[in-house]
């Protein structure tokens, strides 16, 4: 529980943490648009330098895992200001590497350190006014969905106007400023889980089974996150094959249709504080769902599959927000873990996703991969329905076994 004199992120100071984390999750995205600038300068293959772009996704399942729960363990804003100090230290490494494997192990460490979006997150779970934490939170993803369109964009624009070296070396100097400024900026709170971070990480997997809201946000966040995955890998193989035949940078300007889920995140955190998340979910996958269906079919409209586009991520960005607000909330004075423990099947949903759209764009043709991403997506709100009349057959089982002691009891006296 907060304490009354606990401090609140109020303003701008959630301003500047959805700003540090639109950076500290965009580090991790600037070098894919320079793959070919970036294998000329190594004088290695694309697929090498592919291999070594995975390694920065598996380090950040690492930092999801292991990093997250420090923000808790230790004062967030000296674990934070550590983190984007590490980020620093990677990138400029990055931008002098001269071997491949190299700039692969760095990337893992990058990844691992990007990371530090989630633990943003957490912090503003933890120090927002419980009335407006949803809000809060709203804003700091709209920071992190930022960061994966805008590392891409802005990583290619620079990398053409001054090379990649120099380019990571901007985005050094901008993680290098973020880290003095987390310590200025993040209020001064000490860490309030008790346990040992051994400890911590061990107890990580039993959540789980401890907590049924847990595992209801993971299932379905996974499924959706699955989803998303699929239809942006699976549109742009559906997208680069006749009959289109796209250019990659035709392909990559329909990212800009991911705006509108940015703004989504906003309006779904004040909803979600004031009507609930699960309603906030359950439009949302309902607006994603329809979007994915009809992005089966309208494909050779580009400014369907824009408006469709723009629609699936909105619908799967409100859900999100919704949905990672009752993961925050289960524990609201220590929930890194618990986002940790979300964000890690969160994300490992995504990836299966990515690798299931791209096969099955090739393999099956992209209409039906669009319709099963919206059957997965379908599946997710049944699971959400299902899971509020569960609780209230519980709830109405509850009552009856309260109404029948309470009888018993006053049977008892007469």
């Known amino acids: 529980m907060h304490s009354d004199n606990t401090p609140r992120l109020h303003g701008s100071v959630v301003g500047f943490v959805s700003l540090a984390a639109a950076l500290g999750t965009a580090a991790i995205y600037p070098l894919q648009p320079a793959i070919a600038e970036v294998a000329g300068g190594l004088s290695t293959s694309l ?22 729960p420090l923000v808790d363990q230790f004062p967030p804003r000296y674990v934070l200001s550590a983190q984007f100090g590490a980020l620093a230290a990677a990138l400029g490494l990055n931008a002098i590497v001269g071997q491949v494997w190299m700039l692969g192990l760095v990337l893992g460490v990058l990844g691992a350190c990007s990371s530090v979006g989630a633990g943003l997150s957490s912090v503003t779970a933890r120090l927002a006014s419980p009335d407006r934490r949803a809000t809060a939170l709203g ?21 053409d106007l001054i090379g990649w070296r120099a380019m990571l070396g901007v985005f050094a100097a901008g993680c290098a400023v973020v880290a003095v400024a987390v310590l200025l900026v993040l209020p001064s709170v000490s860490g309030t889980n008790n346990r040992g971070y051994l400890a911590t990480l061990r107890s990580i997997p039993g959540l789980y089974l401890r907590y049924p809201a847990l595992r ?26 006749p009959p289109f035949s796209y ?43 329809v979007a994915s269906a009809v992005l089966a079919l309208a494909l050779s409209s580009t400014v369907s599959t824009l408006v469709c586009l723009a629609l699936f991520d909105a619908g799967l960005f409100a859900a999100q927000v919704a949905n990672q607000s009752t993961v925050l909330a289960i524990e609201p004075s ?9 964000m890690v099947v969160y994300f490992a949903g995504g990836s299966l996703g990515t690798a299931f759209g791209a096969t099955a764009a090739e393999r099956i ?9 919206a059957a997965v997506i379908g ?5 959400t329905l299902l899971a509020r009349a569960q609780n209230a057959e519980l709830g109405t089982r509850a009552t009856r076994r309260k109404t029948v002691s309470a009888a018993r009891v006053e049977r008892t006296h007469r």
């Open 247 to 289: 250019s990659a940078e035709r392909i990559g300007l329909y990212a800009f249709a991911g705006i509108l889920g940015i703004f989504a995140t906003r309006v779904a955190g004040a909803w979600t504080d004031r009507v609930g998340a699960r309603r906030v979910i359950l439009c949302g996958l309902i607006l994603a769902g």
């Open 216 to 241: 209801l946000a993971a299932i379905r966040g996974t499924l959706w996150f699955f989803a998303f995955c699929a239809v942006w890998s699976g549109i742009a193989v559906a997208l680069s094959k």
């Open 334 to 342: 220590a929930p890194a873990r618990f986002n940790s423990a979300y």
């Open 139 to 159: 804003i700091v993803t709209a920071g992190i969905s930022a960061g994966i369109l805008a590392g891409r964009i802005v990583g290619g624009w620079l990398a």
């Open 47 to 68: 697929g090498a330098v592919g291999v070594a772009l995975a390694c920065g996704p598996v380090g950040y399942l690492c930092g999801l895992a292991l990093l997250v």
């Open 365 to 373: 043709g992209w209409p039906l991969t669009a319709f099963v991403t």
């Open 379 to 383: 599946a997710a709100a049944v699971i």
